[in-house]
């Protein structure tokens, strides 16, 4: 009888250490698959606060769209960096709309929905979803380095 119970709990182990095996190669095979070609890229949300743009006609660009890695943006008008709310020309609504090549935007002046002032400058601020990539370039919106990425007037389509 003794014999009988060893040799069941040795077939047990060996099973069980075979099945361990098992898994452990399956999982060491899942991990180091390839990601496959449609995966998510990764991304970053960051808000860029104090944009400073211009205008014409209300219209100005972003000249980064869904082809540099943007994946979406939400605008809204602000005062400016050491402003206090208001002044000659507050941007009150901001509109947006993300292209492969840039993001247009259609800039109105508080109250009258009227186009703001042309040539004025007025900030905005921008929240992102972007890849890192995209939002390494985005951060620098504020900045003096960031201003070639901004355009004043219409783009062509």
Known sequence: MHAALRS??????????????VVIAMSATLLSAPTPAGAQPVTDV?????????PINGN????LGSDDGVISI???GG???DRALGGPVVPAIVLDRLDPDATRLRI???G????AVNGRQVHIGCSFEAT??????LRRLGTPAGRALIHSGTLPR
């Open 79 to 81: 005062s400016g960096p």
């Open 74 to 76: 939400n605008c809204d």
């Open 132 to 137: 890192v990539a995209a939002a390494t370039l």
């Open 108 to 110: 109105t002046s508080w």
């Open 8 to 21: 069941g709990r040795a077939r047990l182990v060996l099973l069980c250490t075979a099945l361990f095996a």
């Open 60 to 63: 100005a660009a972003i000249l």
């Open 46 to 54: 960051l808000v860029v606060s104090d944009i400073p743009v211009t």
């Open 112 to 115: 009258a929905n009227t186009p």
